[in-house]
């Protein structure tokens, strides 16, 4: 039995052993292409840029300012946030602005920041910030709020900026997009 064992591999080993010594035994190397930019093979027509100074994208399915919010229960015994009277234009009295968004589904828990910023405003620095917030999202998660406070002083009439970030801290590699609003003048 051992004999017909090591015969049955004898061509085995001879094919191995062939293939490991010359190593091209059964086929010839492909040419090389020299002095080729990588450019070439890339198709860039297909692949457009992503606007951070715009709304978020391919994360959420839904994103909005509104004036408030309420929470529903949904078809799957979820808790669902949904906006109250949305818009982009909020009046000078307005105690807080709410941005109300769901997400697809997620394998991971993370964060969603808001971070707003005096855009256009008369008398205000518009790179320092105003208020932020952050909300936690689990895994089951598929909705959630950010809920921006007026300053001590109220918001002034103008336009502002807010700058969404995810993930588990504020860095320019986790901003995603930036959504804006408009204080009108008057209550």
Not at 15 to 21: C, E, I, K, M, R
Not at 81 to 96: A, H, K, L, M
Request: aromatic fraction near 12%; charged fraction near 20%; hydrophobic fraction near 35%.
């Amino acid at each position: 039995m051992h004999k017909v064992i090591a015969g049955s591999l004898m061509p085995i080993l001879l094919l191995v052993g062939s293939v490991g010594v010359g190593g091209n035994a059964f086929a010839e190397e492909p040419p090389l292409t020299r002095d080729v930019p990588i450019q070439e093979f890339q198709n860039r027509a297909e692949t457009p840029s992503y606007n951070y100074d715009a709304p978020p994208q391919g994360l959420f399915r839904r994103i909005q300012f509104a004036e408030s919010f309420e929470e529903e229960l949904g078809f799957r015994r979820t808790h669902e946030i949904v906006p109250i009277n949305p818009t982009d234009v909020f009046r000078s009295d307005q105690p807080t602005v709410f941005i109300v968004f769901s997400v697809y589904p997620h394998y991971e828990s993370y964060q969603v920041f808001g971070v707003c910023f005096p855009e256009q405003v008369e008398g205000l620095d518009p790179k320092k910030s105003l208020t932020r917030d952050t909300m936690y999202l689990a895994l089951e998660d598929e909705s959630g709020y950010l809920k921006l406070a007026a300053p001590a002083e109220g918001w002034r009439p103008g336009k502002y900026k807010v700058e969404i970030y995810v993930g588990w801290q504020i860095n320019p590699a986790n901003l995603l997009g930036t959504m804006r609003f408009t204080v009108a003048n008057g209550s």
